[in-house]
């Protein structure tokens, strides 16, 4: 069974930049392609940004482009989300998937296993 553990996120300025980490466990975390997404009150869960097993492979939201990076740690079993440059409308709780395929996908359903969600919150 594949375990997510997320960290980082809480309250932060607009303009600021925290770092949201996923560790797996349980898993073979190197197949997997990863992904992270969003969900604000009263909205649907939206795609944030994904990553292949390799990392060769790598697609944003429009939202997000050019101001958050996706990367990951194979040896550590460790997928990061870097946020930058953070607006009020990011404020959401984000969740790292895990997709046991190798390629990437913006589909949520695709997603095998899911973190816990952690809150972010962008203050103006």
């Known amino acids: 069974q594949v375990q997510l553990v997320q960290s980082g996120g809480g309250l932060v300025q607009a303009g600021g930049s925290p770092r949201l980490s996923c560790a797996a466990s349980?898993?073979?975390?190197?197949?997997?392609?990863m992904g992270w997404f969003r969900q604000a009150p009263g909205k649907d869960r939206e795609f944030v940004a994904t990553?292949?097993?390799?990392?060769?492979?790598?697609y944003y939201a429009n939202s997000v482009k050019g101001r958050f990076t996706i990367s990951r740690d194979n040896a550590k079993n460790t997928v990061y989300l870097q946020m930058n440059s953070l607006k009020p409308e990011d404020t959401a709780v984000y969740y790292c998937a895990a997709d046991r395929t190798f390629l990437p996908t913006i589909l949520p359903h695709r997603y095998d296993y899911w973190g816990q969600g952690t809150q972010v919150t962008v203050s103006s």
């Open positions: 990553i292949s097993w390799s990392g060769g492979n790598i």
């Open positions: 349980g898993g073979t975390f190197s197949s997997y392609a």
